[in-house]
């Protein structure tokens, strides 16, 4: 690239739009995904044949090498029936988190579950399987969960489980129980060893083996650009998503898609619309997929069905037609047709839209030039806006968890030089923010309003009284919690 070419790029970058309070970076993924063992309160676990103290009480959490395939043993179940019984579940790390700066991987594991419905299962002769995926949260289950108790739902096969997780998030981890036994050296050569950061233990020395990974889960990415965000580690929430927010010719507020944060606004008889900055959580969340394996078929003799006789030279033969006769196929897809509810033409450029700073290598005279251009992450003023929306969350870092109640503000400022009316807010949340009944506050008389929207979740409205006067400031708040 030379210096001409860069020259044009540097106010493209400059004046690239402020909406994105934190942008996704390209982070490496983690060397370890932590699992916890939710299993029943006494069950012990054995990652190794030996000794008893070498027995760990569940619930646990330790961390995995991603690209590998453990198995551990399960026994001491708290059940009458179950007391004898030992497990020898496998698990397979097809995946890896890609987590920003400061967040404590540890805090955030694979929850595994192994409840009653499992074991009847599993003690009937039948396996289960399940795939864990990393959510994103643009497409997340509008249901609550908990640091504990996973979402979890059911799939006839693990193909299909497999294509859902790939729609809906990043595949993790498949988890097994309900092969056969074990023997004690076959045990003993289950695991690679230096894979497994057991509790107590600080580091990991290099693995003898190299990690493996199924192809179909491996991220394409660009040979010079290298690989794309990952959505799924953060929930961001504000800003202008998907449809672009738009008044309508009647005077409504178009495009509002969940997570989109916008203030409407009337001057002199014109109205606008802009959207707020965006923010984002840290708070990644698993979900587990469900598949049923049972035995398929059970041979017992019979007597037989054909009896022939022999009489007078002659041969009797008596035949009897099948019984039964079943055949049980699952739907293999559902397709449906939706007519275009609107259609909208536009005419000439409608942007320019850098998802990362351009980096300019040039060489004048025998000497090397370079320049990285790095987007501002806050702008306090904007020309020729008409109003202005900010967006923060409370705390502002972190860390946050599942369960976790945070506080939203939303200041607006009106920068013109003649008063505003007909102030609005609209906040829609996304599918995993739950709204605190009672929590929202203004410091200016308003009306407040909630309804549905498509992500299961609310839209928030609040209708500011009155007239903004120019440079004159308001805050509405409210409080949600992270599912």
Not at 54 to 62: D, G, I, N, S, W
Not at 213 to 227: E, Q, V
Not at 373 to 402: F, Q, R, W
Request: charged fraction near 20%; glycine fraction near 6%; charge should be neutral.
């Amino acid at each position: 690239m030379n210096l001409g070419t860069l020259a044009l790029l540097l106010p493209l970058t400059l004046s690239a739009s402020p909406q994105e309070c934190c942008p996704p970076t390209k982070m490496p993924p983690a060397s370890l995904l932590y699992v916890r063992l939710q299993f029943p309160v006494g069950t012990k676990v054995a990652f190794r044949p030996g000794q008893p103290q070498q027995l760990y009480e569940a619930p646990l959490t330790f961390g995995l090498r991603p690209g590998y395939r453990y198995r551990f043993e399960v026994s001491h179940f708290p059940r009458p029936d179950a007391k004898l019984l030992k497990l020898y579940p496998s698990l397979d790390v097809i995946g890896a988190l890609h987590p920003p700066k400061d967040l404590d991987l540890s805090k955030h594991p694979v929850v595994l579950t192994l409840n009653d419905d499992d074991l009847n299962r599993v003690l009937d002769g039948g396996m289960v399987t399940k795939l864990y995926y990393l959510e994103n949260p643009d497409t997340a289950l509008p249901q609550e969960s908990t640091k504990t108790e996973p979402i979890e739902f059911q799939m006839p096969s693990v193909r299909e489980a497999l294509e859902a997780a790939g729609e809906r998030g990043r595949p993790m981890l498949l988890f097994r129980v309900g092969s056969r036994p074990l023997t004690e050296s076959e045990f003993a050569a289950a695991n690679v060893a230096n894979t497994i950061l057991l509790p107590g233990e600080k580091y990991l020395p290099a693995p003898p083996l190299p990690p493996i990974f199924r192809y179909d889960t491996a991220p394409l990415s660009d040979p010079l650009l290298g690989p794309k965000p990952t959505p799924e580690e953060c929930l961001h929430d504000g800003g202008d998503q998907k449809m672009k927010l738009a008044i309508s010719p009647e005077g409504r507020l178009f495009g509002l898609d969940p997570s989109d944060t916008a203030i409407e606004y009337t001057i002199g008889n014109r109205k606008g619309v802009e959207a707020s900055c965006r923010v984002c959580l840290c708070v990644p969340r698993f979900v587990a997929i469900r598949v049923e394996a049972a035995p398929h078929d059970v041979h017992q003799p019979t007597p037989p069905l054909v009896q022939a006789t022999a009489l007078r030279g002659e041969q009797a033969i008596g035949k009897l037609p099948p019984q039964l006769v079943r055949n049980t196929e699952l739907p293999r897809a559902n397709v449906g047709t939706l007519k275009p509810s609107i259609q909208m033409s536009f005419q000439g450029p409608r942007g320019v839209d850098l998802f990362a700073a351009p980096a300019g290598v040039a060489q004048v005279n025998n000497l090397l030039v370079a320049a990285n251009v790095v987007e501002a992450l806050d702008i306090t003023a904007v020309p020729n806006c008409k109003m202005m929306l900010k967006k923060s969350v409370d705390p502002p870092h972190g860390p946050y968890e599942i369960g976790d109640v945070v506080t939203f503000t939303l200041r607006y400022h009106n920068p013109g030089s003649v008063p505003i009316k007909n102030v609005a807010i609209s906040d829609s949340l996304t599918a995993r923010l739950e709204y605190i009944p009672g929590s929202a506050k203004s410091d200016r008389e308003a009306s407040f309003t909630t309804n549905p929207n498509e992500a299961g979740s609310l839209i928030l409205r609040w209708d500011i009284a009155g007239e903004l006067k120019p440079g004159q400031t308001g805050v509405v708040t409210f409080q949600a919690k992270i599912k």
